[in-house]
């Protein structure tokens, strides 16, 4: 996790079949608390790997701002656009 400058916060070294957003709390809630307080405003942004309700849950409970696209929806794609994405 990096912050508006680039910097390093946080990482986590796990196995290379774990999923992206697999023990996303353990990463980001020790950053958020660490600026709980300090900043007026705090922003999150992720891929949509990160879009899960209890992410949202967290993000929402500690009013954060976060921009978290939603995955791609193939079924609703061609339904909208006639083809496969």
Do not use: H, T
Request: glycine share 6%.
């Amino acid at each position: 996790m990096f912050n508006q400058f680039d910097d390093l916060e946080r990482c986590a070294l796990r196995p290379g079949n774990v999923q992206s957003p697999d023990g996303w709390d353990g990463v980001l809630k020790p950053v958020v608390a660490r600026y709980q307080g300090k900043l007026s405003r705090i922003y999150f942004r992720a891929d949509a790997a990160f879009a899960m309700p209890e992410v949202y849950e967290f993000l929402e409970a500690e009013r954060i701002k976060y921009a978290i696209p939603l995955p791609a929806n193939r079924e609703k794609f061609k339904k909208c656009c006639g083809k496969a994405a």
